[in-house]
């Protein structure tokens, strides 16, 4: 089975999708943290900007091409900037205010001039063009993939005022106060230095690829749970690359139930169901090291489950723990009733717990029975059986459904969350967007749409 599925280079396939997925994720919520950022400190949507980036970025695909673009007037400061996007701007048909166009272009400049000198340098303008240009994983630069990097995943970035800005660089260029001070200072730069040399000749640092390093950061924001990647599938369509659907035609039964990250674990399954029928038959037969050794595997095989999670559906996850529980504690029963009994000629008298791990056992059988019928949350919010007969039995003693889950009134049109689905469409003034969606809390009119362009689509 190894050698099957490296011959039809399953593994490299099951990586390459598993980390396109991820890289695509960290990028997209990226731009989603940078995006929310400025539209809640400034009110800015940036729809129109993005699309002028992306266009750009059409226009100029070789590597760096939208910096060189913006780099052509010299220094990127805000008037050249906001001329750059204005050149975009004015050759589209885009019913979009231009001094609209300049406000939003002013509020992405602050954003990302960290410093606050002015002036975008490479790699803040790295970081802005990750975050505002429809940019896949495999078009980032080395920039870039640095911002994505040191990004403050998990934590909302404060706003940096010039202020703080300048006194940021301050500190950095200011010595230490005292001698004292300055010659602890060195004193645990130089410990600090012996401790890395040693490290460094006892475990040599090997040259990483940027993209490598970008894919660890991911996985480890992934262990933290603080980025969320979905599902990655196989395709087994007719537009699937050869290779992919010769593997999924040949070999699909051994990993097809399985995630593509985990596509190997069907070998593990096969290792322990060797090991509990065929291997620890031979050893000590009989005994508490044999039933012992029986429950280290089956306790093993339980952890991974619980862990891996392989399978694509959750409900099979759902049995391979329930059954491999009901396993253990069948064997657990087993060595009470070995410690218990000295004499084995004689048997062991039926009790309340041998009936209760009958049950379970044959319990294993209705499992998905009771997944599919009773469990199982039906698609298109239907409500699953259980639920209806509950509400069957409530409605006819007289009482109201305590199941109704409706939308809450907040979540209708918020015109702070409001994005633009299309940008071709006609012009819709403040007071229509007001007297359709109102004011938000507070009293506090709606700060992003001021005679915003878009025709014949519709608000999300």
């Known amino acids: 089975m190894i050698l099957g599925l490296y011959h039809f280079e399953?593994?490299?396939?099951?990586?390459e999708k598993t980390e396109r997925e991820a890289l695509n994720a960290m990028l997209m919520k990226f731009q989603d943290d940078h995006k929310q950022d400025l539209l809640d400190e400034e009110?800015?949507?940036?729809?129109?900007?993005?699309?002028?980036?992306?266009?750009?970025?059409?226009?100029?695909?070789?590597?760096?091409?939208?910096?060189?673009?913006?780099?052509?007037?010299?220094?990127?400061?805000?008037?050249?900037?906001?001329?750059?996007?204005?050149?975009?701007?004015?050759?589209?048909?885009?019913e979009y205010e231009e001094w609209q166009l300049v406000d939003d272009a002013a509020a992405v400049f602050a954003h990302f001039d960290s410093d606050k000198d002015g002036v975008l340098e490479w790699k803040e303008f790295a970081n802005l063009t990750c975050a505002i240009s429809q940019t896949w994983h495999d078009d980032l630069s080395s920039q870039q993939i640095d911002a994505l990097i040191h990004h403050?995943?998990?934590?909302?970035?404060?706003?940096?005022?010039?202020?703080?800005?300048?006194?940021?660089?301050?500190?950095?260029?200011?010595?230490?106060?005292?001698?004292?001070?300055?010659?602890?200072?060195?004193?645990?730069?130089?410990?600090?230095?012996?401790g890395r040399l040693f490290l460094?000749?006892?475990?040599?640092?090997?040259?990483?690829?940027?993209?490598?390093?970008?894919?660890r950061h991911c996985i480890h924001l992934q262990e933290e749970e603080i980025l969320s990647v979905g599902k990655t599938f196989w395709?087994?369509?007719?537009?699937?690359?050869?290779?992919e659907k010769v593997a999924v035609?040949?070999?699909?039964?051994?990993?097809?139930?399985?995630?593509?990250?985990?596509?190997?674990?069907?070998?593990?399954?096969?290792?322990?169901?060797?090991?509990?029928?065929?291997?620890?038959?031979?050893f000590y037969p009989g005994s508490l090291n044999q039933l012992a050794g029986g429950i280290l595997i089956t306790f093993l095989g339980l952890v991974l489950c619980f862990r891996m999670k392989p399978f694509m559906q959750p409900q099979l996850n759902e049995i391979q723990a329930a059954c491999l529980s009901i396993q253990g504690v069948t064997l657990f029963y087993g060595v009470i009733l070995i410690a218990e009994?000295?004499?084995?000629?004689?048997?062991?008298?039926?009790?309340?717990?041998?009936?209760?791990?009958?049950?379970?056992?044959?319990?294993?059988?209705?499992?998905?029975?009771?997944?599919?019928?009773?469990?199982?949350?039906?698609?298109?919010?239907?409500?699953?059986?259980?639920?209806?007969?509950?509400?069957?039995?409530?409605?006819?003693?007289?009482?109201?459904?305590?199941?109704?889950?409706?939308?809450?009134?907040?979540s209708g049109v918020h015109g702070r969350y409001m994005t633009m689905t299309k940008l071709d469409f006609s012009l819709i003034s403040e007071n229509h967007i007001q007297s359709a969606s109102g004011k938000l809390e507070g009293g506090r009119p709606i700060p992003m749409f001021r005679q915003m362009s878009l025709k014949g689509g519709r608000f999300s």
């Not at 729809?47 to 052509?72: A, K, Q, T, W």
């Open 10 to 15: 399953v593994p490299r396939m099951a990586r």
């Open 43 to 94: 009110g800015v949507d940036v729809s129109v900007c993005s699309l002028i980036f992306s266009i750009i970025d059409r226009r100029h695909p070789f590597p760096n091409g939208v910096m060189l673009y913006f780099s052509r007037h010299g220094k990127i400061t805000l008037p050249v900037f906001t001329k750059v996007l204005l050149e975009i701007y004015q050759q589209m048909e885009l």
């Open 152 to 194: 403050r995943w998990g934590i909302r970035q404060p706003t940096v005022t010039k202020s703080q800005a300048i006194e940021a660089k301050k500190r950095q260029r200011l010595a230490p106060a005292t001698i004292d001070e300055h010659q602890q200072a060195v004193a645990t730069s130089e410990e600090q230095q012996h």
């Open 200 to 215: 460094g000749w006892l475990f040599p640092a090997q040259p990483m690829h940027p993209r490598d390093r970008l894919l």
């Open 235 to 243: 395709n087994a369509t007719e537009w699937a690359p050869e290779k």
């Open 249 to 282: 035609d040949c070999m699909g039964f051994l990993f097809l139930s399985y995630k593509v990250e985990y596509w190997y674990f069907e070998l593990i399954e096969q290792l322990r169901k060797l090991l509990m029928t065929s291997v620890i038959v031979f």
């Open 341 to 410: 009994n000295t004499d084995p000629s004689i048997p062991v008298p039926p009790s309340a717990v041998s009936v209760i791990i009958l049950f379970l056992n044959i319990f294993v059988v209705f499992i998905p029975f009771i997944q599919f019928f009773a469990l199982r949350r039906p698609a298109f919010g239907n409500r699953p059986l259980w639920e209806r007969a509950m509400e069957s039995c409530v409605g006819m003693c007289g009482f109201d459904s305590p199941f109704d889950r409706r939308v809450s009134q907040s």
